[in-house]
């Protein structure tokens, strides 16, 4: 299926919570969707007998300034086509629905995101730190990171 | 020097070697060094290449253990990050009396690349615990492997056992 077909199809499904397509060249053509209907939306994708995207190549998260992103990444083994998946959601309650239940490989995907951006996942059963020990505070890979100063009794910085 | 160099000039031209017990000992302990492994990244690769038949680390009478109180000394080779520098200073603690510590590649010696943005690395493993040997490189040649073992068998060497509070001048 074509990047604007699938882009119809949840159009049709989801309504306003599908927000727009974005197919220039040379990136993969990706959709835009309301965060709160990740879940819904990417069990269709995943369901939908057209579409049968059965492999999540890849779950990240980006820090964007005023907000949070998140990128998915999907395959479909069976009928060879792929997509892109964007939300964002606003740095103050960065909650989005977690899509482990439908991909198992999203489990430490999501446990990462959580780590390194701060995204809370909803629904995710085991949300600890997965690269950070677990006592570490802040989330590094957001913009307005401090380095601390101290770790343990040992300095962080050179 | 060696015990073993004054072979050629045998006492009595029999089979005997006069020394000190001190350089019999000393002599002993820098040949048999077992070591703790501390693999941690890409240098603990290059360090496969230094077990392996071709350089063959072992001939220097080193048998890596699996346990922190059967070693003599830790081989820290890679990126310490701060979630295992706690490991590291435990690790260390564990091990018996006389001990040693060889830091191995950039990143355990002094944070390497990542010692301006790597928020999460040590910079440099000698912040928690003492270091004997350094090796340089990113990650070092088995041949500075070779060498740093040589220096730290070396360092064994020149230690002093006995009246070491009176040589040192401490009382």
């Known amino acids: 299926m074509l990047a604007t077909e699938i882009f119809q199809r949840l159009s049709s499904e989801f309504g306003e919570k599908v927000l727009g397509l974005f197919d220039q060249q040379p990136s993969d053509p990706a959709i835009s969707i309301a965060p709160e209907a990740i879940f819904d939306i990417c069990h269709t994708l995943r369901d939908d007998e057209e579409m049968q995207f059965d492999y999540l190549m890849s779950l990240s998260g980006l820090d964007l300034g005023e907000k949070l992103g998140m990128v998915y990444h999907l395959c479909s ?72 100063e101290m770790y343990h009794g040992m300095k962080v910085t050179y | 020097m060696g015990l073993l160099n004054r072979l050629d000039d045998p006492y009595e031209g029999g089979g005997i070697v006069l020394g000190k017990v001190e350089e019999l000992l000393n002599w002993g302990r820098s040949k ?50 701060f979630k295992m520098a706690d490991r590291i200073k435990v690790l260390y603690e564990q091990m018996a009396e006389p001990k040693y510590v060889i830091s191995v ?41 070779e060498e740093g073992m040589m220096k730290l068998q070396e360092k064994i060497n020149q230690q002093a056992i006995f009246n070491k509070r009176k040589r040192l001048g401490i009382e």
Request: charged share 20%; with cysteine; aromatic share 12%.
């Open chain 1, 77 to 148: 083994m069976q009928l060879g086509h792929r997509i892109v998946i964007k939300a964002e959601v606003d740095k103050a309650n960065p909650i989005v629905p977690s899509v482990e239940r439908l991909w198992r490989t999203a489990d430490w995907h999501e446990r990462e995101t959580y780590d390194l951006v701060g995204i809370h996942f909803e629904g995710h059963h085991n949300m600890i730190r997965i690269l950070c020990p677990y006592d570490w505070e802040g989330h590094p890979l957001r913009k307005d990171y401090q380095v601390p």
């Open chain 2, 105 to 145: 590649g950039s990143c355990s010696n002094s944070g390497g690349p990542y010692w301006e943005h790597g928020y999460h690395v040590l910079k440099g493993v000698d912040r928690i615990i003492p270091v004997d040997v350094y090796i340089p490189g990113c990650p070092p040649r088995p041949e500075a492997f």
């Open chain 2, 32 to 81: 048999s060094d077992w070591y703790l492994h501390f693999g941690l990244a890409c240098c603990a690769i290059e360090f496969m290449a230094m077990n392996a038949s071709h350089f063959d680390f072992m001939r220097f009478g080193t048998i890596p253990r699996t346990s922190p109180r059967q070693a003599d000394f830790i081989m820290i080779t890679g990126t310490v990050t």
